[in-house]
């Protein structure tokens, strides 16, 4: 398992798929608030004008010597739900990153947030 306090180093290095091709660089790390255990990612993709962040799940994704290895085509992930640079994941589009990867969705029992920054 990636434990988030390791995986805060990589920010900026390539995220690559089981390919190993590029997708993009990785911005920031979303914790689940259960387990407070590393979830999703933040990739940065696009042109140096026009970038946003796209979210990949962490479920056995690999740290290489200057990569992160996610187990996901890189196709499937620039499709991913999307955020600007400067935004902050909304609470009401978790689910959608969720459902875009096949996963199951489970807020809190009082409806909160399934995923927080860190």
Known sequence: MIEAADIREWRNHDVVDLKGRKIGALEAIYVD????????????????????????PLDKAILGPSYLKV???????????????????????????????????????????QLARR
């Open 33 to 56: 608030t259960t387990t407070d255990a590393p979830a999703v990612a933040t990739v940065r993709t696009g042109l140096p004008t026009r970038q946003r962040l796209v979210f990949v």
């Open 71 to 113: 187990p996901y085509a890189k196709s499937l992930v620039k499709k991913s739900p999307w955020i600007g640079t400067d935004d902050v994941l909304p609470a009401e589009q978790e689910k959608a990153i969720f459902q875009h990867y096949g996963m199951t969705y489970q807020p809190g029992a009082n409806g909160e947030r």
